[in-house]
């Protein structure tokens, strides 16, 4: 019980993060500090270097080496925060020349924090519709191929199975040749969200057939069905919810994949304008030997993920009782 | 739910007497293992943190399990802290030995497989290298001065009227498989480059004058006589593209019409011969080439030891470059073969530090980041924007605008120097400082763009023009090459500052260039044009407005009036033989280029490159490939 | 059963067409051809044409399509635009390094992945269940690339293995497998994270079942019931899954294949496919797509083992 709530409290957090980014992000999405190129994490302070307690407060940033790329904290020169001031809940008071970094800066001279929160409404709404998307067709054409059977299971099989296999990539360029040059991001949304439903379906599809298979010799179907239970009902009402299981894992297996897999289509230019943030391809800009060995708080992403994902887990996973035979004596 | 039916079996009392007696007789058991008395055995129902109750009962199965993974943990952890011992012996700096000794091999990392082993058939990164190694020219540009250095032509002396070279060749060369090189492997090769089966345009469109093949005449076997279709200034410098291939090899194959199978990967490797300094002797799809030094090479040095010292050159297939990175740093590697990136310079200098790889500046690059717009007339004929995008002033208040102090800050990290044109510093030659250099002014910027009707007109801070278009554009550029990204996202900033909207597109790099190929479908462009020779007579494709490297406007019909003139300055440079003149008319050209700016560049970034620090006698050039471009010289250090 | 093979060998013979058909012509409707992508922005319309007729690419689409097919049902699949060599050879060459690696990934994750799930999924209490699960998670959650990286640098700092490619020069079977421990680990990691969650999920299910608890009143020791009776009916979901990973697996994955510079069917076919070698690419899709249809067609028949209630 306490996990779910633990899982469920994340969950709610995190949401009211992403919904909130505007007041809680210290900066815009595309405010660059140029002498700041993968600046490390400004820490904030609340003693300072003498022992005395004081307002929080952050050091500045100064470059000892611009082609190595590495800073020094000025300590001579606290720069206090301010809060609730601009629409934004915490901010330094001398924004340009020493920004509040929490997570950093990118190798643009982004803040990275910022840049997180606001990515978190794109990385994972997109994901979350998607994988949604995923388990609905999944869903739907897994347990009509599991119950009826035969060539309908067969061809339906086969059908997911050419899903798997075509090249997306060529597939993806095609549909981005056909569009316009700049294409808005709310097309950009949509079309992703139905080709990652659709690519992430096979999977589920499967899963879900062979479930239905098994459960559909049971006898609670027989016994839906001797009461009158139309074909459609039982498969709905009776055999689907066996595979709740099965789905809420794949939940956890698919979020992650379509957050990087968004940044994957981006190759082929299928991805958003470069005035949003997302968290796959802020992953991408981290995913080379010089960033993440020396910049590890470009890796910040991937830690959202897996705790995004951590909490969907504790909250949807039904727990079992354990395989064991209580003794009373 | 299958589960939801059942009722709580567990949670029932077990009254019966099989359940009860099941316990007893298990608590018996486990008394009589343990050899403690059936009351304490008791103790042991309730659940115990489990390897206190190993270690209590003597189960100590697991808790050897735990001990040897924690044994385990801590090797990984020491390991772990233990920093790599440093390869190379020498300081970081020197790169020449005394006396270089024969022998060692080189490993280096390339990036893609060759598709063929001849340079007529393709012309890729790969393809080109292997070219390198295993044939040679008549005569070489030395990639350091980009001077013309005779190489199998030993001497060669120019006509009176400068439009033919009687060159006399090096006498005593064979092939690596014996055979002996006369000037019919020169005319055979020439001939080669033009034939269509054989490839043609690959090498034989570099090789034209006017659109017309060159000639050559062999009148004995160690003499050439090369005519010019017109009088070409530079030269001999043309023939450093054409690499000498052996006659009794490839002319069966070129009369059988098969030429592009003869030298192609699925060729024997036996059949490959050359006038390089290495062989192919092996090849392993996706993983590595090796080659081999050719015995019968014909240079040597000045000491009289026959060239090249190396035994052999490995050249591994790693398509990342994390991974070629890390292979240089813990020294499974020798050198890369293409230049560093600015973000991996911190790793490199950290390890060239520790001594275990040599780090090179190589000067300011000699193409320079360009950003173009597409001027093709009719380009934008249906857009409300035609009045102002293609105009001048619009060029002009864009290089006023950008700051390159702040491009080259982001781009590439400070390492580099503003430009103004496409010709660099790092060109001594046909570099001139008076070509105008526009400072960065964006009130200036501003006036030239109101000049053409485009202001601020309902105080948004955004230009519109006089019908409310807004002054916005996009760029197209390559995704995943990160310079150009950043590039990109400078220039759409200092534009904003000025009111101009900028919109970066990222492509795919197939699509980009199919787009800018066909000048249709983009606005404007950032893109890196190759420059490999500073001459400006090689790069003929991109000034004259019949070439179809005229990226801006391709296939024009219709030249404007200072195409024409740049056109004319070109073809005047060409047939002067008069250097101090053919400077002159060049700077003419750069001039009336930076007057209309049909491409912006903004800034040249400095090349790096790094080797392991026992490679010595290193030649390194600031185009690619930096340093196995003079293979035969590199030695191991002893 | 034997008519159920038959069936299933026609329709995979289907598969493979049209997933090839699909990708020629998707090919042709992308931006951009071969042609451009060689040549570069500084070729004349004139040499690119020219290439584009020696290599056919200029006939009409049904024209080339029509020639293809003819040549696909005699096996020969064309040859490569870029390097000449024959399709098959290059699949052929490059689905055996990659088949090495899934085999090993496939072996190692079944044995290590499965078994974590079970212990897992029987223990929804306590810290080691609880680790593991989250240890999956955070495997899951990790990008592929990242994944492959990490290792990679890993191999790097310690100088125990090789840090990319798939052989030294002159190396044997050890030196083979030297190489392969960053790249199977790269596959094998996620890949157990994923069957332990699966299993982990599908054992707790079965183990809330009335026949696990009749069993266990019967006396029949705990891990017996629990490694013999129950993951019988555990094995439902992953056998089902367990062909797709399958012909995933041998199609290779370009993210840990290009890290680690291993040759296989993954890089082979992104670079085609950046290249736009059409024929190689189709070659790729239909390679992928046989291997996918024996993937299924093994656990389609090892599910009807495993599961005795799935009729068929």
New interface residues.
Partial sequence: MSARRAGGAILVFTALATLGASVLAPHSI?A?F??L?NAPPTAIHVRDDAGNWRAPFIYPWKRV??????YEADRSAPIPLMWLTAGHLAQSSDDARAPLLLLGAD???RDVFSRLLFGARLSLGLSLLAAVGALLIGGLAGGIAGYLGGTVDDAMMRASDFVLVLPAMYVA?AL??MMP??LPARTVFLLLTGIFAIIGSPFITRGVRAIVRTERT?D?AAAARSLGAGHVRVLTRHLL??T?GFMVVELTLLLPAFIVAEATL????L?F??TMASWGTMLQ?A?????F??FPWLLSPAAAMFIVVFALNLTLQRGS?GL?????? | ???D??PQ???L??NNLA??S??AVIRRKFARKINVHDRFARTF?GSVFWPLSQLLTGHSRNLRGLLANALAVTC?GV??G?T?APGGTGNATSTNVAAPARGGELLVSIR?????FSRFA???ATTDLVNYLTQARLVRINRNTFEVEPWLAESWTRSADGSSYTVKLRPNVTFSDGHPFTSADVEFSLALAYD?KGG??IIG?GLEVGGKPIKAVAPDPLTVVITFPAVYAPGMRIFDDLPIVPKHKLEAALKAGTF??AW???ASLTDIAGLGPFVISSY?????L?FARNERYFRRDASGIQLPYLDRI?L????????????L??G?SDMLADEVR??????L?RAADAGRVQLFDLGVSLAPDSFWFNLKAGAFAKDPRSGWIQRDELRRAISLAVDRK?YL??VS???GVPVFGLVTPASRKWYSPEVPQTPHDPARARQLLASIGLTDRNGDGLLEDARGTPARF?I?TQ??R?AF??G??VI??ELKKIGVTV?????????L?????SGQ???AAL?Q?GVTDPEPATQL??WLSSG??H?WNS?AKTPTPWEKQIDDLMARQISTLDEAERQRLFVEVQKIFAEHLPILNFAAPTIFAATSSRVANLTPSVVRPQFLWAADTIAIKR | MFWYVIRRLVFAAFLVFAVSSASLIVARL????YA?????????????R??RA?LGLDRPIAEQYVDWLSRAVRFDFGRSL????PVIE?IA??AA?TAILAATALFLATLIGLPLGVFSGSKPRGVVPAAVRTASLFLLSMPPLLTS?FL???A?????F??????S?GGGFLDLLQHMVVPVGALTLPLIAMFERLQSQATS?VI???FV?ATL?R?VPRTRVLWRDALKAALRPIASVYGLVVGTLLSGSFAVE????W??LG??ML?AL???DVYLVAGCAAAASVFLAAGTLFSDLALVLVDPRASE
Wanted: aromatic share 6%.
């Fill in positions: 595309d660059r140029a002498g190129l080496s611009q082609l190595e790329q590495q190798s643009f001279g360029l981005r040749s040059l700049q049971l609670y919810p066996a709740r981006s190759y082929v230019g991805g304008p470069d800009d995913s080379s030997i010089s960033a060995a020396d009782r064991h035979y209580e003794r009373p004596m | 739910m299958a589960s039916e059942v079996l567990n949670k009392p077990a359940m009860s099941y316990t129902d990984i390991a772990c233990r790599p893609t497989e060759p598709q063929s393709h012309a890729d269509v043609g345009p469109e592009t199978e192609s990967l699925s392993q799809p996706g993983q590595r090796v490995i591994d297939i790693v398509p990342d470059q994390s991974a070629q990175m890390l292979r740093e813990a499974q600015q973000e991996d310079y911190s790793r200098k702040a800050d982001t990290l400070g390492a996009s197209s995704k995943g990160t990204e950043r990109a996202v759409r900033d919109d970066v597109v990222l492509l795919e790099g197939n699509a260039v199919g787009r800018l190929a479908g983009y606005d893109f044009l494709a991109l179809p490297f990226v296939g | 992308a931006p951009g051809d451009v992508g060689a040549m570069g922005l500084n070729a004349t319309p004139e040499a690119m020219e290439l020696r870029a390097n000449g060599r290059l060459e490059s390094n990286l990679v640098f890993f790097a700092r310690t100088g125990w090789p840090i990319a490619g798939m052989s020069i299910e809330d079942q009335p608890i009143a006396g290009v890290i680690t510079a040759p296989g890089r082979l670079d950046r290249a736009r």
